[in-house]
C-alpha cells in the first residue's frame, strides 16, 4: 500500500502536465516536469514554499494544484518585480542572450492574480517587491521547497541568500536556466554563493537541483 501511494504522488505532475495547459512559453515541459516532481519530493518536508520569479503565474497554478489534491497545509508564498527583468550585471553578459533585457517580460501583479481567478484556484501570498528589498517578516520562517527563477545573477544571489537559511532538512531548491549560454547568471550565481558549502546538486533540463542534507 505505502509503494502504491507514493507511486500515485509522483505521478500526480504528469497528470496535471497532461490536463491544464502551460500559459506561457518561459518554461518549457520536460523543465517544468522537474520543478513538478521535485516539489512533490517535499510535500512531508517541514516549512513552506516560494517561488521568487513568479512572471504570469505558470509554475505558481501546478505547484497550487498540487498542493490542493494533496490536500497540503503548506502555506505558499509568491515573489516577483512585476516590473519585468532588472538591469543585467557583468555576470550575466552573453552573445547568445542579447534579448534578455531590462524591463522584459513585464507582468502585473493584477494579471498574475488573474490566472488564478480563471483557473478558480485560491492565489498564494503574492509579494511585489524586487528581491534584494524583501524584509525577513515577508518570508517564512521554514521553507521546504523553492523554485527560483530571477533569470540573472544578482536575482539567483540575492534569492539564495534568502532561502538558504531558512530550508530545512531535505528541503529542495530548484532553479531556472542553470547551464544555459543565454542565460549563465543563474549557474554562476550558484558558483559564487556555494563555493565553501557542501551540497547535493544536479541538473536537468537546464533546472539545477539542490537538496539539503
Known amino acids: 500500500m505505502r509503494i502504491y501511494s507514493k507511486m500515485?504522488?509522483?505521478?500526480?505532475?504528469?497528470?496535471?502536465?497532461?490536463?491544464?495547459?502551460?500559459?506561457?512559453?518561459?518554461?518549457?515541459?520536460?523543465?517544468?516536469?522537474?520543478?513538478l516532481r521535485?516539489?512533490?519530493?517535499?510535500?512531508?518536508?517541514?516549512g513552506d514554499i516560494v517561488e521568487?520569479?513568479?512572471?504570469?503565474?505558470t509554475t505558481s497554478l501546478f505547484i497550487k494544484r498540487i498542493l490542493d489534491q494533496s490536500g497540503s497545509a503548506k502555506q505558499f508564498y509568491a515573489y516577483d518585480s512585476f516590473e519585468g527583468l532588472p538591469d543585467k550585471t557583468a555576470q550575466d553578459n552573453s552573445g547568445a542572450g542579447e534579448?534578455?533585457?531590462?524591463?522584459?517580460?513585464?507582468?502585473s501583479k493584477k494579471q498574475f492574480l488573474n490566472e488564478f481567478h480563471k483557473a478558480n484556484l485560491k492565489p498564494p501570498i503574492?509579494?511585489?517587491a524586487w528581491f534584494k528589498d524583501l524584509r525577513n517578516d515577508q518570508l517564512p520562517e521554514q521553507i521546504s521547497y523553492a523554485f527560483l527563477d530571477g533569470d540573472f545573477y544578482e536575482s539567483i544571489l540575492d534569492s539564495l541568500r534568502l532561502v538558504w537559511p531558512r530550508l530545512s532538512e531535505g528541503g529542495i531548491i530548484?532553479?531556472?536556466?542553470?547551464?544555459?549560454?543565454?542565460?549563465?547568471?543563474?549557474?554562476?550565481?550558484?558558483?559564487d554563493f556555494f563555493q565553501d558549502k557542501?551540497?547535493?546538486?544536479?541538473?536537468?533540463?537546464?533546472?539545477?537541483?539542490?537538496?539539503r542534507a
Do not use: M, W
Open 52 to 57: 521568487l520569479g513568479c512572471y504570469i503565474g
Open 99 to 107: 534579448q534578455f533585457k531590462g524591463g522584459e517580460l513585464n507582468v
Open 198 to 211: 557542501q551540497i547535493s546538486l544536479h541538473h536537468e533540463h537546464n533546472i539545477a537541483i539542490i537538496r
Open 38 to 46: 521535485e516539489f512533490e519530493k517535499t510535500l512531508e518536508v517541514d
Open 126 to 128: 503574492t509579494i511585489k
Open 174 to 191: 530548484t532553479i531556472d536556466d542553470y547551464g544555459r549560454d543565454a542565460l549563465p547568471g543563474p549557474e554562476r550565481a550558484v558558483r
Open 8 to 35: 500515485k504522488q509522483l505521478a500526480r505532475h504528469t497528470r496535471l502536465l497532461e490536463q491544464y495547459p502551460i500559459i506561457s512559453d518561459q518554461i518549457k515541459r520536460p523543465a517544468l516536469s522537474v520543478v
